[in-house]
């Protein structure tokens, strides 16, 4: 799936299937489901799912929590807007 793929994606009722936790996350967000996508990734260890984790804790406003995260995947907090930010983790997710 490609990135314009992924965000078409958004027009339906559900998740695509067969993606991966931190991308499910990404999808849910993009919905308005923030709850539900930090329930898909709260528990997971791996980097990509540490960086959609610190993610939400940065559109949540929750900076310090955001930035734990951010150390857990080898990140920093961008200075980009969280829509940006978004974008550029879907598409590196995806690549």
């Excluded at 929590?65 to 995806?94: F, H, M």
């Amino acid at each position: 799936m490609n990135f314009k793929a992924f965000h078409a994606s958004l027009n339906q009722s559900k998740p695509p299937a067969g993606l991966s936790d931190a991308l499910t996350a990404l999808w849910l967000d993009a919905n308005g489901q923030w709850e539900q996508a930090h329930e898909c990734i709260r528990d997971n260890s791996d980097r990509p799912s540490a960086w959609v984790h610190a993610y939400l804790h940065h559109v949540e406003g929750v900076l310090w929590n955001a930035d734990y995260w951010y150390g857990r995947a080898g990140k920093q907090r961008p200075t980009c807007s969280t829509q940006e930010e978004w974008q550029q983790i879907v598409q590196a997710l995806l690549d």
